[in-house]
């Protein structure tokens, strides 16, 4: 039967904009009529889709997920693809997609999520785009695609029967405009294989059947299926080394993010003492992001970056060393003591993946990081939390084929020896009202010109700006991308607005101190940064700004 390609009238909506990784809103937004379908038109008209092309489609089985993938498939339909590829029952993690993207050529991707953030029919639905190098899309394309929502007046699409993506295979549709081709494929076999082609995975089981115990989270999330054909078929840990490892439509009721706060579970149990796992790990709702936790110990997202890159010649795929390293402006400056020592160039963007992209495709970096929990290699151009979590269970393995042993702890306090540390916390001020939160950047940036050379405690500022990125590869600018405050000794507080966030603003503090002294660098962060979080709140006037007393989350 040939199926109509149809074109509905309808108008624009002013509030489509992505933020730091695609666009997010709450699940009944989507809801409305057109929503969806407005965004996602608005993609086909800002790309010079070449007809008969192929998209790449999955999600990380979120409520919403199967109605935005068949919504999605029919207008792909319509707008000249000749083919999706989708996930088998819509699943993908972000770095899955962008592994499918390469590895098939497809010209793009849609990814249905909306990361860490809560799921389920009252929480929060999000897309983002993905060119055809893998990465998500730049923000000469999500403006274009902004604008265009804003003055929308019609989309294309073709009503199908639903179209079933539980089973593997292929089905054929016929619509005025020619053929097209729904192809269900494996969500967990190509990425499980491109992991196996970069690790050493004889090393890690060797060190899996040692007595190493381990633990992974996947938070009821989209790595649950990967984890289980990765740690238990492929380097056959036992069962009971993973945990909340089948995807929910609401994750639970849990908020996928893995950090100290909401993988609580999995904190405790390796913070229970002797007997606690030797490793922990945890990935947030799409896969991209990781945490890392030893035997009673917490590895902060920017040290964990640093680690890799400075063991990163243990590693197979980066055997024979790495061409540059990458981090987001607030991550702490861990790496770039690593990037001295190695010789290899160090680059400082704004936060969000999106930036790291074209430095991977010239060539200049190979691994990057954000101290949000993303951590990833040239590998793909998305962070990857499992490619994370691999990297670090090779280095262990092959300390363990060194000298029998084998541990988180141990390998931190011996990278702070001789790197110092870079102390580091990050302090969020979520869902608070958007007028407090502009009022507060508003009143630190008044400070600018006052600032310099003020002594605050045992600290004296030495600068001040609002963050500007130069891409050197397009020559494309970044302003307003978070407010540095440095001092004179190297330390920093950052002040940043969310972009991911669906609820007023949320207000993130970021700070950081270097302390080389090894009978220091043991301290908790809380407790070493103390001083400079009140200046943090001095500089702010956050209190009588926001009324908030603490921050909600602290990683
Ligand atoms: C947050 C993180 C950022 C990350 C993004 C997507 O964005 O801070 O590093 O790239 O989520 O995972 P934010 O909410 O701060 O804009
Ligand atoms: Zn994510």
């Known amino acids: ?11 624009g909506f002013n509030d489509q904009k992505p933020g730091t990784s695609g666009l997010r809103k709450k699940v009944q937004v989507f809801q409305q009529p057109h929503y969806l379908e407005n965004f996602v038109q608005s993609i086909f008209d800002t790309l010079d889709v070449p007809l008969g092309a192929t998209l790449t489609v999955g999600g990380d089985g979120r409520y919403y997920n199967r109605h935005a993938i068949q919504t999605i498939i029919e207008m792909a ?4 693809f000749g083919r999706v590829l989708v996930g088998q029952a819509g699943i993908l993690s972000t770095p899955a997609v962008s592994h499918i993207i390469r590895k098939y050529h497809t010209f793009g991707g849609m990814i249905l999520s909306a990361s860490h953030n809560q799921g389920g029919v009252h929480g929060d639905f999000g897309i983002k785009y993905n060119i055809s190098n893998g990465g998500p899309a730049p923000e000469k394309i999500t403006d274009e695609v902004f604008a265009k929502s804003k003055v929308i007046t019609q989309y294309k699409t073709v009503k199908f029967a639903p179209v079933d993506i539980n089973t593997l295979g292929e089905t054929e549709f016929e619509t005025d405009q020619g053929k097209f081709t729904v192809q269900v494929i494996d969500a967990v076999q190509d990425y499980a294989d491109l992991m196996q082609t970069l690790f050493d995975f004889a090393a890690i ?9 381990m633990k992974f989270d996947a938070m009821h999330a989209v790595t649950g299926p990967y984890a289980q054909e990765i740690f238990v078929n492929r380097l056959c840990a036992s069962e009971s080394s993973l945990m909340n490892c089948v995807p929910s439509e609401d994750f639970n009721g849990g908020h996928p993010d893995p950090n100290l706060t909401y993988a609580a579970d999995l904190v405790a149990i390796m913070f229970s003492g002797a007997n606690a796992p030797d ?7 799409d896969g991209d992001r990781n945490m890392i936790l030893g035997k009673n110990f917490f590895v902060t997202p920017s040290d964990s970056l640093a680690v890799l890159a400075a063991n990163a010649t243990l590693v197979p795929a980066y055997s024979s060393g790495i061409a540059g390293v990458a981090r987001s402006m607030p991550t702490s400056g861990a790496v770039d003591r690593v990037a001295v020592k190695l010789q290899i160039p160090c680059y400082e963007t704004p936060t969000g993946w999106k930036f790291f992209g074209n430095l991977m495709d010239a060539g200049k970096v190979t691994l990057c990081g954000e101290e949000s929990f993303g951590t990833s290699s040239s590998h793909v151009r998305e962070k990857d939390g499992l490619w994370a979590v691999l990297f670090w269970l090779n280095v262990l393995a092959q300390k363990y084929a060194l000298d029998g042993k084998a541990s988180v702890e141990a390998m931190l306090k011996a990278h702070w020896l001789e790197f110092g540390r870079n102390v580091y916390s990050r302090h969020d001020y979520e869902a608070i009202p958007t007028e407090a939160a502009n009022a507060v950047m508003q009143h630190i940036k008044g400070q600018f010109e006052s600032l310099p050379g003020q002594k605050f405690g045992h600290y004296q500022v030495s600068s001040c700006d609002d963050f500007s990125y130069h891409d050197s590869i397009d020559g494309s ?3 307003n991308q978070g407010v540095r405050i ?10 940043r607005l969310s972009g991911t966030g669906t609820e007023g603003a949320t207000l993130r503090i970021y700070l950081e101190a270097y302390e080389p002294d090894s009978h220091k660098q043991h301290l908790d962060a809380q407790i070493a940064l103390a001083e400079m979080i009140k200046i943090g709140l001095q500089i702010s006037q956050l209190l009588a700004l926001t009324g908030c007393v603490e921050p909600t989350v602290i990683t």
Not at 279 to 285: E, I, L, P, R, T
Not at 486 to 495: A, E, K
């Open 1 to 11: 039967m040939q199926n109509q390609v149809q074109t509905i009238s309808t108008q």
């Open 77 to 80: 339909a319509a707008n000249g």
């Open 205 to 213: 089981k060797k060190l899996l059947a040692s007595g190493f115990k």
């Open 279 to 285: 490793f922990g790990a945890a990935s947030d709702g």
């Open 477 to 479: 600018v970044s302003n």
């Open 486 to 495: 440095l001092f004179v000794d190297g330390s920093r507080i950052v002040f």
